[in-house]
């Protein structure tokens, strides 16, 4: 498996619209995208863009911010933890999702829960942050208009 680009920061909040307004006001962050659901992952969300090595707004690492969607979403013990949210997974990109999965469970990583489709609209599966040196580490495959 090769390693691909740094897509993605997820930080959990207990609030976007309270996160918009830092990374709008505080961050200077010139393109922060229209929120949305996705309750099939128990989140809420809304990508932060920033721009790549030449300037390019869009083509950057994101800062995805997620809020729950309800009672059972899976970032709930994370914001019990840290009520004000924080840094919550990164996320790489890949080529090949299945080869990915195989190459993380020949090396004995536990992987959390099926591949499903992620907020890019690709494939994306989880691995446990104790096997990944304490980072809950998402690995999504590459968009194809990418
Ligand atoms: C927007 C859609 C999608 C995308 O396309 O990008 C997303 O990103 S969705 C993001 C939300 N979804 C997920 O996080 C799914 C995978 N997560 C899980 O399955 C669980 O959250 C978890 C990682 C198994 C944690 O479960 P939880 O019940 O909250 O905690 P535990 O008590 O079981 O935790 C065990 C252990 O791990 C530590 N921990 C928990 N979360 C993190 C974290 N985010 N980063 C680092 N460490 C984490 C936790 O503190 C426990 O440690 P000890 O206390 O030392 O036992
Ligand atoms: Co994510």
């Keep these: 498996m090769k390693l691909g680009r740094l ?11 309270d996160s918009v307004a830092y990374y709008r006001d505080t ?13 099939e992952q128990g989140v ?9 090595s030449a300037g390019e707004v869009g083509k950057g690492t994101q800062i995805e911010l997620i809020e729950p969607y309800d009672e059972s979403s ?15 997974h990164v996320c790489y990109e890949v080529e090949d999702i299945e080869a990915a999965r195989e190459w993380f469970e020949g090396k004995g990583k536990r992987i ?14 989880f691995l446990h942050p104790k096997d990944m040196m304490g980072q809950l580490t998402e690995i999504m495959e590459t968009p194809t208009s990418a």
């Design 7 to 17: 897509n993605h920061i997820g930080v959990a909040t207990p609030s976007i619209a």
């Design 27 to 39: 961050m200077g962050a010139v393109r922060i995208n229209e929120p949305f659901d996705l309750p």
């Design 44 to 52: 809420k969300v809304c990508f932060v863009d920033t721009p790549d």
């Design 74 to 88: 899976p970032i709930n013990g994370f914001l019990a933890k840290n009520p004000a949210g924080g840094q919550h």
């Design 112 to 125: 959390l829960g099926p591949t499903r489709i992620g907020a890019h609209g690709t494939p994306i599966f």
